[in-house]
């Protein structure tokens, strides 16, 4: 808003009127070096005021004040959270609060135990999602020694971590509840419902999908894949839990069991709701590179990796509500064109075909294998 309002602005302003006065304007005179500091001091003042001003808008503020914005409207910021794996030990069983470490990796893991089970997990000691891609099978070693352990392993994740929820994803929540609008159980309303759960990065709400009274959601976690059976549980807990078995069959003559509809979450009274993860649809990607100088097949395919993997993402957190998500051969190979290794490419197949992949509404594009095959 102030922009224009800079230091060389306030200065050309202090030249025009010494010149109106007929003082001496050159650079060094006694005028000049007198309204420098002056003119320094406006521009500061006036830089100031735009920021204060940006911090009024849903669009430009940022931190703190966004966060005091949203819990204007009752939204929370999303805190980081932990991986947690499944283990596999022999000799021995580790107890709660030791300590592991993965070879070769700057991660540390602690033994948790669920109080309602008393199974053992491994929760990841970094916070966010830098752990959720570690394999099943890697080996970890204990800090301190445990008597009779003779192997550890992580098993598969039980509980994908989460990164906090950055200033672009709670300002889309908070745009969201207040152009719902959210409100009597609707539409808009069970989406809000389902986001407001940590781990839920987003939720795609089905009306209707076995009947009059039944509510789906399909919930995404923060990095684009299924959400942890947890978070499913959390999600259905809060909006509607599950006490009976309420069965309801669609048009397709598959059979859901929903809610009860008591009220006994924040849906309304009579709306049977299920929540359930989004079906990972795996998606391989082969194709045959011509190298820049110096650059490895390994090295292209893990570029390769990542920037599908984003691109996948994109497409679950943020693809029409309504329709199902395309993943385009064509995105890719122009995003295959753009790496630093990439000097050509031919033979790009998803899943063996060379056409678009069209995944379900119900389902989320996960990447699979990426083959790389360097060019005579």
């Known amino acids: 808003m102030f922009e224009e309002f800079t230091n060389e602005y306030f200065l050309e302003q202090a030249k025009?009127?010494?010149?109106?006065?007929?003082?001496d304007t050159r650079t060094g005179s006694v005028y000049m070096d007198m309204a420098a500091g002056h003119c320094l001091r406006a521009a500061f003042f006036f830089a100031n005021l735009s920021e204060l001003f940006n911090m009024f808008a849903l669009d430009t503020c940022y931190a703190d004040v966004l966060d005091d914005k949203a819990a204007e409207w009752g939204l929370t910021r999303h805190s980081a959270s932990a991986a947690v794996f499944n283990g596999t030990f022999t000799g021995a069983t580790?107890?709660?609060?030791?300590?592991?470490?993965?070879?070769?990796?700057?991660?540390?893991?602690?033994?948790?135990?669920?109080?309602?089970?008393?199974?053992?997990y491994l929760q990841a000691e970094t916070e966010g999602t830098e752990c959720n891609t570690l394999s099943a099978g890697t080996e970890i070693t204990p800090v301190d020694d445990i008597d009779g352990l003779e192997e550890a392993y992580l098993g598969e994740i039980y509980?994908?971590?989460?990164?906090?929820?950055?200033?672009?994803?709670?300002?889309s929540r908070l745009r969201e509840k207040i152009a719902g609008p959210a409100e009597n159980g609707n539409r808009q309303h069970y989406k809000t419902w389902c986001e407001e759960i940590e781990g839920v990065g987003r939720a795609r709400i089905i009306p209707l999908f076995a009947g009059e009274n039944t509510v789906r959601a399909i919930l995404y976690s923060s990095d684009g894949l299924?959400?942890?059976?947890?978070?499913?549980?959390?999600?259905?807990?809060?909006?509607?839990?599950?006490?009976?078995n309420y069965e309801f069959e669609d048009a397709d003559g598959n059979t859901w069991i929903c809610g009860d509809g008591w009220g006994d979450g924040v849906a309304n009274l009579g709306a049977h709701f299920l929540a359930t993860a989004a079906v990972a649809s795996e998606i391989d990607v082969s194709f045959t590179v011509t190298l820049t100088d110096g650059a490895t097949v390994e090295e292209c395919r893990t570029a390769a990796s990542e920037v599908i993997t984003d691109y996948f993402q994109k497409l679950a957190l943020e693809s029409d509500e309504d329709t199902d998500i395309i993943v385009r051969i064509s995105?890719?190979?122009?995003?295959?064109?753009e790496l630093t290794q990439v000097?050509?490419?031919?033979?790009l197949t998803l899943n063996g075909g060379t056409t678009n992949i069209t995944v379900d509404s119900a389902d989320v594009p996960v990447l699979g294998e990426v083959s790389v095959v360097a060019a005579n």
Not at 94 to 113: K, L, M, S, W
Not at 331 to 337: F, H, K, R
């Open 16 to 23: 025009s009127f010494g010149d109106e006065l007929g003082i």
């Open 159 to 171: 509980t994908l971590g989460a990164d906090e929820e950055t200033d672009d994803e709670l300002r």
């Open 343 to 347: 000097l050509d490419y031919t033979n």
């Open 94 to 120: 580790p107890e709660v609060g030791d300590r592991f470490f993965a070879e070769d990796t700057e991660y540390y893991f602690t033994v948790i135990e669920d109080e309602e089970s008393g199974t053992l």
């Open 331 to 337: 995105t890719i190979g122009a995003m295959l064109s």
């Open 226 to 244: 299924p959400c942890s059976a947890d978070v499913v549980t959390a999600v259905q807990e809060y909006i509607d839990p599950i006490t009976q």
